[in-house]
């Protein structure tokens, strides 16, 4: 019980002295919504995603990922309020709103799945939606319209991009091995650690994590990220997001 009281009190001293960074994940953004491409659930109009972030912007300073975590390390006292704003699964259309958020000043981590840049396959549970709904689809033609290719990707070179991980062929943590979760991680780090923007970052997809998988990325001094919904205060041992695809603030 004494345990549990003197928990509660250094949290709600953490909260006081220190204000939290949100970090914020999406997915497609475009003016019209390619059904083929993305469901609405992942999808967020264009003119209404730079709506949602000129607001966020009102609220918070937009840093990149690597600043945030050097500040959950080491602020003692945070007054600001800070945000990190992340895209995952390496998509095209994040070349929609690149230009306009380097214009803004504001930071951007795209997280890749390295095995989608050759732009000839899609994830299987994409693949099994295809099959079911439409499957005379050109699953090609929709792959090179889905993924920035190799070549776009390495195109950004701006100081407010940060390149991370999200897993060679987008697999569950939780559904896969330890050694298959290993070999994931291992393939999409050496297709992408020479691009120049290049941080040691992993982004789970699906959000969920394992035990395991994260003593694996301690050890290799890779920083976890989950979409669990949380603000982050200090170091934990990994980063919570929040989702703001289809969403309107």
């Known amino acids: ?43 967020t109009q264009l003119n209404q995603f730079k709506q949602n972030i000129e607001k966020l912007s009102k609220q918070y300073t937009f840093i990149s990922l690597s600043q945030a975590y050097h500040k959950l390390q080491h602020d003692m ?55 079911k709904t439409v499957p005379d689809a050109d699953v090609e033609a929709i792959a090179k319209r889905m993924y920035l290719s190799r070549e776009q990707i390495w195109k950004l070179n701006s100081p407010l991009i940060e390149i991370g991980l999200h897993g060679h062929n987008h697999l569950d943590a939780t559904q896969i091995s330890v050694s298959a979760f290993e070999k994931e991680l291992t393939q999409c780090k050496e297709l992408l650690c020479e691009h120049p923007r290049y941080v040691p970052a992993f982004a789970y997809t699906w959000g969920k994590s394992t035990p395991e998988s994260l003593v694996y990325l301690h050890k290799n001094r890779i920083i976890p990220l989950l979409v669990d919904g949380m603000k982050n205060y200090q170091w934990c041992g990994y980063i919570g997001r929040e989702s703001i695809d289809n969403m309107k603030f």
């Not at 214009?103 to 795209?110: C, E, F, Q, R």
């Open 1 to 43: 019980m004494l345990e549990k009281l003197l928990n509660r009190i250094r949290k709600k001293c953490i909260k006081i002295r220190i204000r939290p960074i949100r970090v914020f994940v999406f997915h497609h953004v475009s003016d019209v919504r390619d059904p083929l491409v993305c469901q609405e659930a992942d999808w």
């Open 77 to 131: 006292i945070r007054c600001r309020r800070y945000a990190v704003l992340t895209t995952d699964d390496g998509l095209a259309s994040v070349q929609n709103v690149i230009p306009w958020l380097d214009a803004k000043g504001i930071p951007l981590t795209l997280f890749i799945n390295s095995r989608y840049m050759a732009g000839d396959k899609l994830k299987p549970i994409h693949l099994d939606w295809l099959s």
